[in-house]
């Protein structure tokens, strides 16, 4: 005859273990543990996006700045 004390101990030490492993590889998937991780990850992203916004300010402001002495040149003569 089993202890049911000793059933529910067991239990309760496989779900901790369950949860270690799952807590374990979310730590695997967040820090990288080697390789880039979701932080490195997200941050050359957003690393990314600044430098592409950066860019498309230079172009429009390149843009404006040509249309800009087109319309000057037209009304000079």
Same mark, same amino acid.
């Given at each position: 005859?089993? #202890? !049911?004390? &000793? %059933?529910?101990?067991? *239990? *309760?030490? *496989? %779900?901790?273990?369950?949860? &270690?492993?799952?807590?374990?590889? =979310?730590d &695997?998937? @967040?820090? /990288?543990?080697?390789? !880039? /991780?979701?932080?490195i990850? =997200?941050?050359?992203?957003? %690393? #990314?996006?600044?430098? &592409?916004?950066?860019?498309?300010?230079? @172009?429009?402001?390149?843009?404006?700045? *040509?249309?800009?002495? @087109?319309?000057f040149?037209?009304?000079? /003569?």
């Amino acid at each position: 005859m089993t #202890n !049911p004390t &000793h %059933q529910g101990f067991d *239990s *309760s030490c *496989s %779900q901790f273990d369950e949860l &270690h492993n799952k807590l374990d590889r =979310l730590d &695997h998937a @967040i820090r /990288g543990n080697g390789e !880039p /991780g979701i932080n490195i990850r =997200l941050d050359r992203l957003e %690393q #990314n996006a600044i430098r &592409h916004a950066r860019w498309m300010w230079l @172009i429009a402001g390149a843009g404006v700045t *040509s249309l800009v002495n @087109i319309l000057f040149s037209i009304f000079r /003569g």
